[in-house]
């Protein structure tokens, strides 16, 4: 069984357009994460829902819009993507919101904007 | 603010060769320090943690101490494998803090057969 899942793993796509991408953890955790990872592995957090609600938001484009529907799933939906996008995303999940938890990752997302 | 500094790779070892990767630290306060692995085209997975000074995480061989007074908490393992081919992360996060994990920069680590 998939702990955290994410679909697609890969899309390519073109500049301009507006893609989701969506995540899934079956562990019973409260808390959800994003991530964005570049090139060179660099590691950013975007975002963090606990219990649907947003607790992290770091200086993202507001073209980037997570969304919660419940504490297992937690989604990303990007409008008129740039080439400064692609890149690989990351979903993560812990038991709850104290940072100390181990996160859970999935196995990420290669975002190609062309 | 807080930030973790680690050692920029690749790092090239042979197989059976003693390693050490090197992640410091600047926080506030006291806090909880991790070892994240990701292995070729996988997400992170935890490797080890320590939660408070002089503490030791240790798991698949590899180590590391939590030392207060350097500020650092080095990866080391005796004789590494060519599984053990992956970019290490070093993160720390602080408790009541913003609830959130500060990676560092990652260390690619080759093993040669």
């Known amino acids: 069984d998939t702990a955290v899942s994410q679909t697609p793993k890969y899309l390519v796509t073109q500049m301009g357009n507006d893609k989701s991408i969506k995540c899934e953890q079956n562990?019973?955790?409260?808390?959800m994460y994003w991530y964005k990872q570049d090139s060179k592995k660099f590691l950013k957090i975007m975002f963090s829902?606990?219990?649907?609600?947003?607790?992290i938001n770091e200086t993202v484009p507001n073209r980037f819009s997570p969304k919660s529907p419940d504490k297992a799933h937690l989604n990303l939906h990007i409008n008129s993507l740039e080439l400064g996008d692609s890149a690989v995303y990351f979903c993560?999940?812990?038991?709850?919101?104290?940072?100390?938890?181990?996160?859970?990752f999935g196995p990420g997302t290669r975002l190609t904007v062309l | 603010g807080n930030s973790v500094t680690q050692m920029e790779g690749p790092v090239t070892l042979s197989e059976e060769a003693f390693l050490t990767i090197n992640c410091t630290y600047t926080?506030?306060?006291?806090?909880?320090l991790f070892w994240y692995v990701q292995y070729p085209g996988e997400g992170l997975q935890l490797l080890l943690k320590?939660?408070?000074?002089?503490d030791k995480g240790s798991n698949k061989g590899f180590e590391a101490t939590y030392r207060k007074e350097t500020t650092s908490f080095h990866l080391e393992k005796g004789s590494v494998q060519v599984s053990d081919s992956a970019v290490y992360f070093c993160?720390?996060?602080?408790?009541?803090?913003?609830?959130?994990?500060?990676f560092g920069k990652g260390t690619r680590l080759h093993i040669l057969p």
């Open positions: 993560a999940s812990s038991q709850d919101r104290q940072s100390y938890n181990e996160q859970f």
């Open positions: 562990l019973g955790h409260d808390t």
């Open positions: 829902y606990n219990n649907k609600e947003l607790i």
């Open positions: 926080a506030t306060g006291y806090p909880s």
């Open positions: 320590a939660t408070k000074a002089d």
């Open positions: 993160a720390l996060s602080e408790p009541l803090g913003d609830d959130k994990i500060i």
